[in-house]
C-alpha cells in the first residue's frame, strides 16, 4: 500500500511469465493507437489508464521543471484540480512520485499521514479516496512527469492495477517519444537492436525464454522503464548473467 521503490532488474511479476508480461505489454500498445503528436499522446495515455487499469475513475499526467509542475493531459476537470492542490501544497502522490522516483498506491486518502492535508481536501472538495501515481520517463525530453490516476472508492488499487499501471506508463513513454520526434526516435530503435551489445542481450532473451526478436526488445525496455537504468546497462547485465534478475545484481 505505501510508496515504494521498484528495484532494480525486478520486472517478473510473480504468477506471469515474460512471455505473458510481453503479451500484456503488447495488448496496451495495440489500443495506444500511434497519436499525431506529443499532445495527442499525452491525451492518450491519461485516456487508456482510466479505461484499462481496475479501480480508475480519472486520470492525468503531470509534468515538472524547475520546481514547477503542471497538468498536461486530464479525462476530467476533477483530476486537474486535485493536480493543482498538490501543486499548491508542494506534496502529494503525483508530485512525491515525480521527486523521489517512487511509485505510490494509496489505501483511503483521508486517512492517510503522509499527506494529511491534501488527503483532506481531495477527499472534501472532489471525493477522490484513493491514488495510484507513476513516475514516466521520457527520453530526449529534460522535463519529468508522472501519471496519476485517481478514485472515489478507497482502497482502489491492487497488485494487479499497479502492474497494468506500471505497464501502461512504460508504453506511455515509448509513445510520447516517439510523438516528440518520430523519426529520431525510429532511427534510435534501429540503432539499439543492431548494437552489438543489444543484440547480443536479446539472443540471450531469445533462447531463454523463446520469446520473438521483438518480444525480447521489449523485454529489455520494460527492464530499463521499471528500474529507471539505461537500456545497454541492462543489456550488458542480461548478456553476464544469462537472462533477467529479481535482484538486479
Known sequence: MWGRRVQCGAIVTPGLSPAEL???FTELGRQLVAPRDREAALAAVAGLAVERIPGADWASITEGGRGRFATVASTDEAARQVDQIQYELGTGPC?????KDVTFRTGDLRHDHRW????RRAADEYGVASMLSLRLYLE???????????????????E????????????GSLAVTAAIDRAEATNLRRALI??????TAMGVLMATYKVTRDEAFDLLRIT????NRKLVDIAAEV???????????
Open 116 to 119: 494529511p492535508e491534501f488527503g
Open 224 to 227: 530499463s522503464q521499471r528500474s
Open 160 to 171: 494487479h492495477a499497479e502492474m497494468v499501471g506500471t505497464l501502461l506508463a512504460t508504453h
Open 95 to 99: 508530485v512525491d512520485a515525480i521527486r
Open 239 to 249: 548478456s553476464r548473467v544469462g537472462g533477467l534478475t529479481d535482484s538486479g545484481a
Open 194 to 199: 543492431n548494437s552489438r551489445d543489444i543484440g
Open 22 to 24: 510481453v503479451a500484456e
Open 140 to 158: 530526449n525530453d529534460d522535463r519529468i512527469a508522472g501519471l496519476n490516476i485517481y478514485s472515489t472508492k478507497p482502497d482502489a488499487f491492487d
